[in-house]
């Protein structure tokens, strides 16, 4: 009712508006203009012209109050809520490698590692960055290498896990490394090295990678 009120009086001022613009621009009277040369014709259709005239200001006017008041907040709230749907981030719960890796950060390296076995279990092995921190906490930590190197085999052939050429080829990577800088053990590092070889060999980058690992291993013999 009170939106209906608020159109009736812009709709009334509309059109007061109107007719005094068009009586000021010469359409709303013909007063002053010769009036003894002008005849009742012409009068009735000067007047017929203003009665046109404020009639379409007038339903201009309703229509366009009828739109500002019922339909753009409509619009514009659809666009609000379109726009803040937009922008909405999404708060994800942690996953047991964000709390893993929280924890790796403050010390408490055992309970890190209960976490990244919890994500490998909950993913069947489908992320290899839980394996690598493992490693990773085994070596630095605790400086132990075979547990390291056990973690990375372990990993590597799991047996629900099906690897990209990406993480297949950084385990390989990884395990050669460990053997040659931490077990002396070239032999087993030329292995992992010339098994990337074998796997990819249509790929050239990875055979150079692997070519040069190779090299390197042959210098330090």
Request: hydrophobic content about 45%; some cysteine.
């Amino acid at each position: 009712m009170k939106g209906f009120l608020i159109t009736a009086v812009i709709c009334v001022f509309v059109a007061i508006a109107g007719y005094i613009a068009l009586s000021f621009m010469g359409l709303g009277s013909v007063e002053g203009v010769g009036d003894e040369n002008i005849n009742p014709a012409q009068l009735e259709g000067a007047d017929g012209m203003v009665r046109q005239l404020v009639t379409s200001v007038v339903v201009a006017g309703v229509l366009g109050v009828l739109f500002v008041v019922f339909i753009l907040p409509k619009i514009a709230e659809k666009f609000a809520q379109f726009t803040y749907s937009q922008n909405e981030i999404p708060h994800d719960e942690p996953t047991k490698l964000d709390k893993g890796r929280s924890l790796l950060l403050q010390g408490n390296f055992e309970e890190a590692i209960i976490h990244f076995r919890e994500f490998i279990d909950e993913t069947e092995s489908q992320d290899r960055m839980a394996w690598v921190e493992i490693a990773n906490i085994q070596l630095d930590e605790f400086n132990d290498a075979d547990s390291a190197i056990s973690t990375l085999l372990e990993g590597w052939e799991y047996e629900d896990a099906e690897w990209e050429m990406d993480d297949d080829v950084n385990f390989m990577f990884r395990l050669g490394e460990l053997y040659q800088e931490q077990k002396e053990d070239k032999e087993s590092a030329a292995e992992m090295y010339q098994e990337v070889m074998k796997r990819y060999e249509d790929n050239e980058y990875q055979v150079n990678r692997a070519n040069k690992a190779l090299m390197e291993l042959e210098k330090e013999a």
